[in-house]
T-cell receptor
Framework: AQSVTQLDSQVPVFEEAPVELRCNYS??????LFWYVQYPNQGLQLLLK??????LVESINGFEAEFNKSQTSFHLRKPSVHISDTAEYFC??????????FGRGTSLIVHP | EAQVTQNPRYLITVTGKKLTVTCSQN?????MSWYRQDPGLGLRQIYY???????DKGDVPEGYKVSRKEKRNFPLILESPSPNQTSLYFC?????????????FGPGTRLTVT
C-alpha cells in the first residue's frame, strides 16, 4: 500500500518570497514521485517528476523538488514566486500497482 | 495538438437520470483513467483501463461504469446518479501502463446531481 501526505492545505506567501510545499509518502516498494499543478478552472498538468538518478529535479518555470529517501519526502520549492504561480499543487506517488496515489493538494496563494 | 477532451464540461442533472461523460485522447495512449476531485480529499481514482477491453476498479468505483471499446475513448457512465456523486471529474491518459509514466489530464467535468 502507498500513501501521500501533503502537510499544508493552504500556503499564503508574498510575491518574490521563497516557498516550500511539503509532501511525505509511504510505500513498501520503489516509488516514482510527481508534482502536478492545477491552475484555476483547468485540469492537472505535470510540473516535475522523479523516476531515478539525481534526487534533485527541476521544472522549466523555476520549481525544484528533492527526493529524500530517508525522510520519505519530496518537497517542492521555489526561491521566488510570482502571482502566476497561484494554483493548487498535488503530490503523487506511483509504484507497485497501477493506481497512482495523489495527495489532498496544497493551495498556493501568492499575494502582491 | 495532443490533448484529452471531455464532454460536457458542466452538467446539472437530477437523481436517477442516467448520464455519460465522454473522454477522448488523440495521443494513442494505452492507459486511461477517471478521477473525481472533492474539496479536502484530493483526487481519487474511479476506474482505469490498461488497454482496449481491459478495465479495472480504482479506489472509488461504486456507482460508476466504464467501457473501453476503442483505444482513444473511455466514457464514464452513471447509471443512476445520486447527490453524493456531485463532484469535479477528470479523465487522464498516459503512454504506458506503469505508474512511472506521467498522466495527461482533460479539462474536467463539473457534475451537479440534485
Amino acid at each position: 500500500a502507498q500513501s501521500v501526505t501533503q502537510l499544508d492545505s493552504q500556503v499564503p506567501v508574498f510575491e518574490e518570497a521563497p516557498v516550500e510545499l511539503r509532501c511525505n509518502y509511504s510505500s513498501s516498494v520503489s516509488v516514482y514521485l510527481f508534482w502536478y499543478v492545477q491552475y484555476p478552472n483547468q485540469g492537472l498538468q505535470l510540473l516535475l517528476k522523479y523516476l531515478s538518478g539525481s534526487t534533485l529535479v527541476e521544472s522549466i518555470n523555476g520549481f525544484e523538488a528533492e527526493f529524500n529517501k530517508s525522510q520519505t519526502s519530496f518537497h517542492l520549492r521555489k526561491p521566488s514566486v510570482h502571482i502566476s504561480d497561484t494554483a493548487e499543487y498535488f503530490c503523487a506517488v506511483g509504484g507497485g500497482s497501477y493506481i497512482p496515489t495523489f495527495g489532498r493538494g496544497t493551495s498556493l496563494i501568492v499575494h502582491p | 495538438e495532443a490533448q484529452v477532451t471531455q464532454n460536457p464540461r458542466y452538467l446539472i442533472t437530477v437523481t436517477g437520470k442516467k448520464l455519460t461523460v465522454t473522454c477522448s485522447q488523440n495521443m494513442n495512449h494505452e492507459y486511461m483513467s477517471w478521477y473525481r476531485q472533492d474539496p479536502g480529499l484530493g483526487l481519487r481514482q474511479i476506474y482505469y483501463s490498461m488497454n482496449v477491453e481491459v478495465t479495472d476498479k480504482g479506489d472509488v468505483p461504486e456507482g460508476y461504469k466504464v467501457s473501453r471499446k476503442e483505444k482513444r475513448n473511455f466514457p464514464l457512465i452513471l447509471e443512476s446518479p445520486s447527490p453524493n456523486q456531485t463532484s469535479l471529474y477528470f479523465c487522464a491518459s498516459s503512454v504506458g501502463q506503469g505508474v512511472s509514466y506521467e498522466q495527461y489530464f482533460g479539462p474536467g467535468t463539473r457534475l451537479t446531481v440534485t
